[in-house]
């Protein structure tokens, strides 16, 4: 069997999505960073991004994450976000019409979240 890490994709409200994976990728405040089994131990801040998932199965997972940490030791690897929405959870319609709304009001925030759940539900 091939390595893999434990992976725990967390938001404020629920658990959105928990499994094994051979690597994932998050957007942190250093940058964007890939995490393999074997990693060195890391601790950082989550930048509003998509995270992508390679599952061990073959698949991939892509989330809308909005704020947060990540943390990694021991094979073990934890996204705890604020607010995080799997792409397949997304309405990309709904997301557009807010992005539109958001640049209509000069809400550079909404306009953020909203340009980060088109972004996720592109990379699925």
Not at 32 to 48: A, R
Not at 68 to 78: E, H, Q, R
Not at 87 to 94: G, L, W
Request: hydrophobic content about 45%; aromatic content about 2%.
């Amino acid at each position: 069997m091939a390595a893999e890490l434990h992976v725990e994709l967390v938001a404020a409200d629920r658990s959105v999505w928990s499994g094994g994976a051979t690597l994932v990728i998050a957007r942190t405040t250093s940058g964007d960073i890939g995490v393999m089994p074997g990693h060195q131990p890391l601790l950082g801040v989550l930048e509003s991004g998509p995270v992508t998932i390679r599952t061990s199965e073959g698949g991939t997972v892509v989330a809308a994450v909005h704020g947060g940490f990540i943390t990694f030791a021991d094979d073990k690897l934890s996204l705890l976000a604020e607010i995080a929405e799997l792409a397949d959870e997304i309405d990309p319609q709904r997301a557009e019409r807010a992005l539109e709304r958001a640049k209509a009001e000069s809400d550079a925030a909404a306009e953020r979240r909203a340009d980060v759940r088109l972004r996720a539900v592109a990379v699925r």
